[in-house]
């Protein structure tokens, strides 16, 4: 038995060693010479980029990475698949290259003696559509993200790499990045040298529709908001509109009180065509709308918080980061332990910081309050056997696949669920304090220290906790700890401010505009069902009604009562069956199967909508108002 043991030992660790053999780990030393980058961006037919990487090496073995752990989706998801074409050459002569069968990021060549440098070349063929992934070409924009169109050498930590990146355009298009340009030559645009790390955090929007607008006239430190558009009226607009940008900007810095970077450029794209996106990086934030942005503003506000959420995200997630995920370079792991943190406070500022710039009003502000509460009172029966600690581990375990019942499996919830946590500790300093402090003093205690420094500054859960303690003293890790690893409601936060979420028979105007962003008509809190106008089910919430019948998501409702369904016309029988005791009555098309099912439901339509507590004062006017 000892010997089978000793020998079973030896064969992992040459596993182990084989595995891994040919990819040497980051080490902190100087890198000599400059990387250089360069895309040719031009084939926007066939959504073509083509990549040129040339890396400084010495003679002998040479191992090539393609970024795997992407920042901003937490996960190792860096779209390999779509690499294609690689010829590597040292000195114009082509080099056998070799990927490793146990990590298929990474290529490794022999570099020749009087070499100094290999040329690596690659097509990287992007998204034609057809569930391929995000399109990031279209015949009026594209999206050119470096971490996807590069390659870097191992052995050294990634922000020790100084890099230099080229693009060619297409013929005349513009341009937006948070990099510095060197020069332009015609439609070849060369960035100053920056590291590697900064670069990958530095996307490009280009296009031949584009609008700028200055968010902080005269000053020292500038913010645009880089518009491009799938047709020119999509740029056009009001002051107001603008104004409300330049709003926000001024009151994050007020939260903060400082800022870690040297500039900062919102990339907006208002399109139907290319993919949508809402990313963080340190200076900038690859960001998407509707293209009724500004000229439909009334009916396009649900998706305003997205400016606000991103650029949140450059002191919570970009400037300051869970240690865990804190990385040496782009394909060492990451660990998402602390999403509660980087996604769920910046949730919760995303729309307070709406409210206070005035891309929300108050009205809307609660009404995506009482939907986001709703959700963690009851759309969430997942929380009786999942937590949301748990979840933080979502962008590994599912990486936004779409999911059979998501509210029963739970995906990602340390947004809007860490939202709900965050309000609750909102309430508690409050409480603690006699109304004298708040969440305001410690995002400013955390986040808004060393005005310009741009180096990552790492957090732990524990100096999460010593902050909230210099603040307000608390057990506050019990506190955290509770409502992580826990699995009730997380509405506390509600009474707290002064407000109670209570369910009515009409629908407060964010969940109708998320029903008509939808497409559907959401009945989740009454019968457990979404389903659109040609009567296909989206979802059904676990143990609800319509669970108990027998639904799921992927059905077809084809009749309701004896008549040809129609999304109206359920909410109607919903309402009628309050004091029409008989049972709705489903015909349901699932595969080529026609099954009747019976609905015996009789509690009326059910809305969220949040309602002032007597006597209380009301602490979300107060969190809400502008600074």
């Known amino acids: ?97 070799k990927r490793d069968p146990y990590n298929v990021y990474a290529f490794t060549v022999d570099v020749p003696q009087g070499a100094s ?29 470096w971490i996807a169109n590069s390659l870097y050498p191992a ?25 510095d340009t060197e020069r332009r030559d ?15 955090d530095s996307p490009l929007y280009a296009g031949r529709h584009y609008q700028q607008f200055d968010l902080d006239p ?52 208002l399109t139907d065509k290319l993919g949508g996106i809402g990313l963080e990086h340190q200076r900038s934030s690859e960001n998407s709308g509707d293209t009724g942005y500004f000229t439909e503003w009334d009916k396009t506000w649900l998706g305003r918080d997205l400016l606000p959420h991103e650029f949140n995200h450059s002191w919570n997630g970009k400037y300051r980061r869970g240690a865990d995920l804190t990385t040496a370079n782009f394909n060492v792991p990451m660990g998402d332990s602390l999403l509660w943190l980087y996604e769920g406070q910046t949730q919760f500022w995303g729309h ?100 310009g420094d741009w ?16 603040i307000a003293p608390y057990d506050w890790a019990s506190f955290l700890r509770e409502r992580l690893d826990g699995h009730g409601p997380l509405t506390g936060g509600l009474e707290a401010a002064g407000w109670k979420l209570v369910y009515t028979d009409t629908p407060n105007d964010a969940f109708k505009a998320q029903e008509t962003r939808a497409k559907n008509t959401n009945l989740l809190y009454s019968l457990g069902l979404a389903v659109n106008d040609a009567g296909a089910i989206s979802d059904v919430l676990w143990d609800s009604p319509a669970f108990n019948a027998g ?15 129609k999304g109206e016309d359920l909410k109607d029988a919903v309402t009628a069956a309050k004091t029409d005791k008989a049972p709705l009555t489903l015909l349901v098309k699932n595969f080529d199967h026609i099954d009747t099912v019976k609905l015996d439901y009789h509690g009326g339509l059910q809305y969220p909508k949040l309602e002032r507590i007597a006597g209380k004062p009301d602490r979300l006017a107060e969190l809400w108002k502008a600074r």
């Open 1 to 97: 038995m000892k010997l089978r043991a000793a020998v079973l030992s030896v064969l992992l660790a040459a596993t182990a060693t084989g595995a891994h053999a040919q990819t040497p780990p980051p080490q902190d030393v100087a890198f000599p010479g400059l990387l250089r980058i360069d895309v040719d961006a031009r084939d926007i037919g066939r959504r073509i980029f083509k990549v040129k990487a040339t890396v400084p090496a010495q003679p002998g073995p040479l191992t090539l990475l393609y970024p795997q752990w992407l920042p901003g989706a937490h996960s190792p998801s860096g779209p390999v698949d779509k690499v294609a074409g690689l010829v590597v050459t040292a000195n114009g002569k082509p080099l056998t290259w």
């Open 117 to 145: 440098e290999v040329v690596a070349e690659f097509k990287f063929l992007s998204s034609q559509g057809a569930g391929q992934g995000r399109v990031v070409m279209t015949p009026e924009m594209l999206n050119l993200q």
């Open 155 to 179: 052995g050294v930590n990634t922000r020790n790499i100084q890099a230099q990146a080229s693009v060619t355009l297409p013929p005349g298009w513009a341009y937006a990045t948070a990099l």
């Open 551 to 565: 639904l799921s998501p992927g059905m077809t409702v084809l009749a309701l009562n004896g008549r040809v369904f």
């Open 186 to 200: 015609g439609d070849t645009v060369v960035f100053k040298p920056i590291s590697y790390d900064h670069l990958v």
């Open 352 to 451: 307070v910081l709406s409210a206070r710039s005035g891309l929300w009003t108050t009205d809307q502000t609660r009404d995506m309050l009482a939907n986001v509460a709703a959700t963690y009172d009851r759309g969430r029966p997942g929380l009786s056997w999942r937590n949301l600690q748990d979840t933080t581990n979502d962008p590994t375990i599912a990486q936004r696949r779409a999911l059979a019942y998501r509210n029963y499996q739970m995906s990602e919830d340390y947004y809007s669920g860490g939202q709900m946590v965050w309000l609750e500790v909102e309430g508690k300093l409050r409480a603690l304090t006699g109304n004298k402090r708040s969440l305001d003093d410690f995002a400013k205690a955390f986040f808004g220290m060393k005005d």
């Open 455 to 470: 180096n990552v500054n790492p957090y732990t859960f524990e100096e999460v906790v010593s902050t909230l303690n210099g």
């Open 218 to 269: 005269g000053a020292k430190v500038p913010v645009h908001l880089n518009v491009f558009a799938d047709d020119a009226k999509s740029l056009v607009a009001k002051p107001e509109q603008v104004q409300a940008h330049r709003a926000l900007v001024q009151q994050i810095y007020k939260l903060y009180g400082a800022r870690h970077f040297d500039r900062y450029e919102f990339l907006l794209a």
